[in-house]
């Protein structure tokens, strides 16, 4: 039997839509393991966010396939290609800040970035949650800088950091607490003072 609900609020349909897709006629079906990672996204991010909200929340972009991640210009290791990242977009009044500060406030996921806009609304909001490793709960923020994406790392107390080939140089003003896995709940297991570098 067809799939045609990823959770109560999301259709297969909707999930999968790409317009870039249909005018070009790109193939743009998840395979057993991506649809399992979208519902699973589906029920720890958006459920709860409808929930809580009560009003409609617009869903950007769901699943990409290989080739229309390729043709739209996404990165290589995008987790839209795996089934584990939506672009959501406020409506009815509820606006991406309030999506972005519930989710980071109330959920688990990976990566949560506010992308671009200003500093008081992002254009929209980007959440990924995955089933194989364990979330991270990186908070990110996309700017545009001469013509370029450039993606800001933020910890958990909004410490900007930098990010350089996957290595994080955190501006420590006090002690920053080093845990095994990214969650607050998570067993401290260093901790790192000013003017120390954690590689």
Same mark, same amino acid.
């Given at each position: %039997?067809?799939?045609?609900?990823?959770?109560?609020?999301?259709?297969?349909?909707?999930?999968?839509?790409?317009?870039?897709?249909?005018?070009?006629?790109?193939?743009?079906?998840?395979?057993?393991?991506?649809?399992?990672?979208?519902?699973? /996204? @589906?029920?720890?991010?958006?459920?709860?966010?409808?929930?809580?909200?009560?009003?409609?929340?617009?869903?950007?972009?769901?699943?990409?396939? %290989?080739?229309?991640?390729?043709?739209?210009?996404?990165?290589?290791?995008?987790?839209?290609?795996?089934?584990? @990242?939506?672009? +959501?977009?406020? %409506?009815?009044?509820?606006?991406?800040?309030?999506?972005?500060? &519930?989710?980071?406030?109330?959920?688990? &996921?990976?990566?949560?970035?506010?992308? &671009?806009?200003?500093?008081?609304?992002?254009?929209?909001?980007?959440?990924? !949650?995955?089933?194989?490793?364990?979330?991270?709960?990186?908070l /990110?923020?996309?700017?545009?800088?001469?013509g370029?994406?450039? !993606?800001?790392?933020?910890?958990?107390?909004?410490?900007?950091?930098?990010?350089?080939?996957?290595?994080?140089?955190?501006?420590?003003?006090t002690? +920053?607490?080093?845990?095994?896995?990214?969650?607050?709940?998570?067993?401290?297991?260093?901790?790192?003072?000013?003017?120390?570098k /954690?590689?």
């Amino acid at each position: %039997m067809a799939t045609t609900k990823i959770s109560q609020h999301i259709s297969y349909k909707e999930s999968t839509h790409s317009d870039t897709a249909t005018r070009r006629g790109i193939k743009n079906t998840p395979n057993e393991t991506e649809l399992k990672a979208m519902k699973k /996204l @589906a029920e720890k991010i958006f459920e709860p966010l409808r929930l809580y909200f009560n009003e409609p929340i617009k869903i950007n972009s769901f699943y990409r396939s %290989m080739a229309l991640n390729k043709q739209i210009g996404g990165s290589k290791t995008s987790q839209h290609c795996k089934g584990e @990242a939506i672009d +959501l977009d406020g %409506m009815n009044g509820i606006s991406n800040k309030q999506l972005y500060d &519930f989710i980071k406030n109330n959920l688990e &996921f990976d990566q949560l970035i506010w992308e &671009f806009g200003s500093d008081k609304n992002p254009d929209w909001v980007h959440v990924s !949650y995955t089933i194989t490793k364990t979330n991270r709960k990186q908070l /990110l923020k996309a700017e545009r800088k001469n013509g370029k994406s450039v !993606y800001t790392l933020i910890n958990s107390t909004n410490t900007p950091t930098k990010l350089t080939n996957n290595i994080a140089i955190v501006n420590v003003s006090t002690t +920053l607490n080093v845990r095994e896995k990214g969650s607050e709940k998570a067993k401290i297991i260093g901790k790192l003072k000013i003017k120390k570098k /954690l590689i």
